[in-house]
């Protein structure tokens, strides 16, 4: 009963504390992306705006997303700004507590903590994480693709994989960063999973153009391809490998040097997922993927960086499986630093031998997650809530 009440003292500050940070942090985004949705949708049914011309008045911010995005985001035509932003909010709530179920609950279950607390301090530190942050306070939408993609992982993990892929298809035609969760199933053999979410992906594509034919047409011919209407490569927001470039040759990086970057960790990646589903873990072949597109996307903004957050739950399972106190401390270290904003340090200026390592640490830590992200023993690797049973199952992958 006393350790009962100590936990509950323990959980209210650590709540308390979350909330009062949470509510005055200076980097707050004040739902300028609910805005830019918001605004398209309603000039688009409301007064027959066309999604790629409108603008957030007084910027040059416009809709960025496929077509299909915006036919997802059309019940934002029915409700005014307070509900739209609410929505947002309760969504990115829900998406959040489906990711601790399936990350945290494997381990908090295998370790025998109090779940409730348990839950309490994932919750905590979760939404302490610059990437969550903005996510929630920019109103964006990564958290609800994240979940998405990994109920496909969850699919595979407990034997229903002829159903997997739906959620990869939508994540995609929603946003493309995704696709790469197609390539995932592909190099490990789910032919029929690729399939399903390529298909998906289509049918949704073609749902839009069928809704509104002018915008899918210059989506994909024009919108796509001029990135000024998402911003400057260089700023350091941009923590992916085209940033890196940006702000090294601010006034045009070599395409050539991205493009060979980009295959060099595509390689990477296509070798070490493989290994990861051959030895039966997804979870590590889903986390690889994230951090994979982050680096290979010509623009990821750091709240597009929750891509992060499987790899850092795969990484602290597997140190806490080992028992290994280094491993532990370096996933912690990766924590904090990934709460701590610190490349915004560099926000005005990224010039130099320092600034460059300091301005890019989010890129930093992503590479080294892709090239070290330890394995996890073949006979108890964890995928999501799943674990692979041991001889007898015939290499089965069930519920734990």
């Not at 994540?171 to 399939?195: D, E, N």
């Not at 070798?271 to 979870?283: E, F, I």
């Not at 701590?340 to 600034?355: D, I, P, Y």
Request: aromatic share 10%.
């Amino acid at each position: 009963m006393a350790d009962d009440g100590g936990r509950l003292l323990s959980a209210a500050c650590l709540v308390t504390a979350t909330a009062v940070f949470l509510a005055t942090v200076p980097l707050h985004r004040d739902w300028f992306d609910v805005g830019v949705y918001y605004g398209t949708v309603n000039d688009w049914v409301h007064d027959g705006g066309r999604i790629y011309d409108y603008l957030v008045p007084g910027t040059h911010y416009g809709f960025t997303y496929p077509p299909f995005a915006a036919v997802a985001m059309l019940p934002m035509a029915l409700v005014g700004w307070s509900a739209a932003v609410a929505i947002s909010i309760v969504l990115s709530a829900a998406a959040a507590a489906l990711l601790l179920r399936w990350l945290a609950w494997p381990v908090i279950r295998r370790h025998g903590w109090c779940p409730w607390f348990a839950f309490t301090v994932a919750g905590c530190m979760f939404a302490l994480l610059e990437p969550v942050r903005d996510t929630v306070s920019f109103g964006q939408v990564n958290l609800l693709l994240v979940a998405l993609v990994l109920a496909d992982a969850r699919l595979l993990a407990t034997g229903r994989a002829r159903y997997a892929g739906i959620g990869v298809g939508l994540a995609t035609a929603i946003k493309l960063t995704p696709a790469l969760f197609i390539g995932y199933l592909l190099v490990t053999g789910r032919r029929l999973q690729a399939v399903t979410a390529t298909c998906t992906a289509v049918a949704a594509t073609l749902l839009a153009d069928r809704l509104d034919p002018g915008a899918s047409r210059t989506f994909w011919t024009e919108a796509l391809w001029n990135t000024d209407r998402i911003g400057s490569l260089s700023y350091v927001s941009n923590q992916s490998l085209q940033g890196v470039l940006a702000r090294l040759q601010p006034e045009g990086p070599s395409r050539t040097a991205w493009l060979l970057c980009v295959l060099a960790v595509l390689a990477v990646w296509a070798y070490r997922a493989r290994r990861a589903a051959a030895s039966g873990d997804d979870a590590a072949g889903f986390a690889l993927t994230g951090l994979a597109a982050c680096l290979v996307s010509p623009i990821t903004w750091v709240h597009h960086l929750v891509w992060l957050i499987p790899s850092l739950a795969v990484l602290a399972d597997t140190a806490l499986r080992r028992g290994h106190r280094g491993l532990l401390a370096a996933t912690g270290t990766l924590y904090v630093v990934l709460c701590s904003s610190v490349v915004w340090l560099w926000r005005w200026n990224s010039t130099g031998f320092g600034a460059f390592l300091g301005a890019n640490t989010y890129v930093w830590i992503t590479l080294g997650l892709l090239l070290a992200l330890p394995p996890r023993e073949p006979d108890r690797a964890a995928v999501g809530p799943a674990v692979r049973v041991p001889r007898g199952s015939r290499g089965r992958i069930v519920p734990i």
